[in-house]
């Protein structure tokens, strides 16, 4: 079983090491996530309802206030 | 009002421009993930070093597609919360469950397979690598099945009931999701990824035939491409058939508008080419098309599979008038009273929170009555006049001719490519102006493939979820302003990474062209 862990763990690293284009593409997936939670998803995407309204409850009231007109 | 609906129209683009850059990367990952898989057999049966190293080749190329495009469909969920919050509250669970398990599914999956995939030579045994790479495809398209499932819910809500307490729509039927919308819509997404992928690997091959490099490579690489290709596109006609036949069951007034089809007839032809009039209203006497060649039964037969049946055109919806299979005039629901049971039902939820605030069950119980049944028709209460429910007539008929027209031309084009290159590679190889034909036939293959979305959405309008919630009562109580300044975030961070996804690609297409393969 440690064989498998330790293959398992010498092919992320040999492939990690010996990439060529991968390095590139590991820089844009880093860099598109950090900006999409760190910046979008936390300054610019909040999930309204979360924000203003405390509880399920609260919630539920406030979408039945929006679709019933009130 | 000015507000909500520059809000409205400004998350509609928003939600457009981020699903429309999602499919540049989808349909190539799926179609390719499959290519690569295929070509690892061969290289695994044959002991073929040359397979192999076209096997790696486009492999490299998956994983330049699949890395940029990774994760840019979490934006969509990003504006559900966000811009869509009434719809998110709205769909609970039936939305949620099959998101959840698309994410889990394709972490554990893809990242572990596509990890042995990708690093794995020489690692493991070959068996397993080519397992891993099947795995890989199967997986991607397992991902896919769930967000088709969750659209194919929109399209056509079954398998839960409304409860007023929560608000949300409560699923009580898991199953019921997998419905013959669903079943047709993954199948016919999914495969369009194989068409579009052969017509990828066709039209880099081409690149290299172009520049006199590694004949060989291209050559075979064309081969398994326009095989994939013709397969999907095949598969694709026959579950666009399947899907014309539960749009016409399900949501007659996006196939009317498919057609541009105002008052129905029996038999109905088919419009292959035409320009629809935008003079033309529901209640007016304009003609429909200014200009139209029609194909006699045409419609008829790709509704209802009876060359004879009656198609309902726009008008007809309206009015609640159909005729049944035995020729009989029936009477649907019209949209008046569909509007007028909407708003009833409206009313009774009102009344439902107003009791359940003053902890009156007898109230409760009597409102819940009412709005159990008319709830069918929720959405339709939204609505002034029955010209709201009217999806964009125009967008949507010239989005399925585009990409009707482009699917047949793409079935020739790959019939084309293998009678051609099983008959003589050397003059297939020679042919500079079909070359050409191919790398100029790619763009259209997505051109193709994105109007099929653009008729799949923009024909269900006004609905986010079919009869039960327009997008004007979905959306957030937010500013435009805040939508406007995201929608131009997005449009610069998705342009960005398709110059990347573009820049990289040319990158290692031209070091292939400069190598021996």
């Known amino acids: ?70 | 009002m000015d507000n909500l609906i520059t809000t409205v129209d400004w998350s509609r683009w928003q939600f457009a421009m981020t699903a429309i850059y999602h499919w540049l990367f989808v349909p190539l990952t799926l179609g390719l993930s499959v290519i690569v898989a295929i070509m690892e057999t061969i290289s695994y049966r044959k002991k073929s070093a040359e397979w192999l190293r076209i096997t790696k080749f486009w492999m490299t190329l998956l994983a330049i597609n699949f890395a940029i495009g990774v994760a840019t469909g979490i934006i969509l969920e990003f504006e559900f919360g966000t811009n869509w919050s009434n719809y998110s509250w709205f769909v609970g669970d039936i939305f949620g469950a099959p998101l959840a398990i698309e994410g889990i599914l394709a972490f554990f999956m893809e990242a572990t397979f596509g990890a042995v995939m990708f690093f794995g030579w020489g690692k493991v045994s070959e068996r397993f690598h080519l397992a891993s790479t099947w795995l890989t495809a199967i997986g991607a398209s397992i991902s896919a099945l769930w967000i088709l499932v969750a659209n194919s819910w929109m399209q056509y809500p079954v398998g839960m009931e409304f409860d007023p307490a929560q608000m949300r729509n409560v699923m009580d039927d898991f199953w019921a999701l997998f419905s013959p919308v669903a079943i047709n819509k993954f199948f016919h997404a999914v495969l369009s990824g194989w068409a579009l992928a052969g017509a990828f690997v066709i039209a880099v091959s081409s690149y290299f035939l172009w520049k006199g490099s590694n004949r060989e490579f291209a050559i075979r690489s064309i081969k398994v491409g326009a095989w994939t290709g013709l397969a999907g596109l095949l598969l694709t006609m026959y579950t666009g058939d399947g899907s014309a036949v539960e749009v016409t069951k399900t949501q007659p007034m996006k196939l009317a508008a498919m057609e541009g089809l105002y008052e129905g007839h029996a038999p109905q032809s088919l419009v292959a080419v035409g320009v629809v009039n935008p003079d033309k209203k529901w209640n007016n006497d304009e003609p429909e098309y200014l200009f139209d060649i029609s194909l006699p039964y045409g419609l008829s037969i790709l509704a209802r599979h009876d060359y004879n049946a009656f198609v309902p055109g726009i008008k007809n919806i309206i009015e609640g008038v159909d005729v049944n299979e035995a020729g009989d005039t029936i009477y649907t629901v019209s949209y008046a009273e569909r509007i007028a049971r909407g708003k009833t039902a409206q009313e009774a939820l009102k009344n439902y929170g107003i009791a359940m605030e003053q902890h009156d069950t007898v109230a409760m119980n009597k409102a819940l009555t009412a709005l159990e049944a008319d709830y069918p028709y929720f959405g339709y209460g939204y609505f002034n006049n029955v010209e709201e429910a009217i999806p964009p007539v125009a967008l949507t008929f010239y989005s399925f001719r585009v990409m009707v027209i482009l699917g047949s031309f793409f079935l020739l084009f790959f019939i084309a490519c293998l009678v051609w290159v099983y008959k003589s590679e050397d003059t297939f190889s020679k042919a500079r102006w079909m070359q050409l034909i191919s790398m100029i036939a790619l763009p259209l293959m997505y051109l193709c493939s994105q109007s099929g979305w653009i008729v799949a959405e923009v024909g269900r309008q006004p609905w986010t979820v079919q009869d039960l919630l327009p997008v004007g009562a979905a959306i957030s109580n937010i500013p435009s302003s805040s939508v406007i300044v995201t929608f131009w975030m997005f449009a610069v961070i998705f342009t960005l990474l398709l110059i990347a996804e573009v820049g990289i690609m040319v990158h290692w297409i031209n070091k292939g062209v400069k190598q021996s393969l």
């Open chain 1, 1 to 70: 079983m440690s064989n498998f862990w330790r293959n398992t763990y010498e092919m992320y690293r040999d492939g990690f090491r010996n990439m060529t284009v991968g390095r590139y593409l590991w820089a844009i997936i880093i860099v598109k996530l950090l900006i999409m939670f760190l910046v979008l998803k936390l300054f610019f995407f909040p999930n309204i309802l979360e924000r203003d309204y405390a509880t399920e409850a609260e919630r539920a009231e406030a979408v039945r206030d929006a679709l019933t007109g009130d």
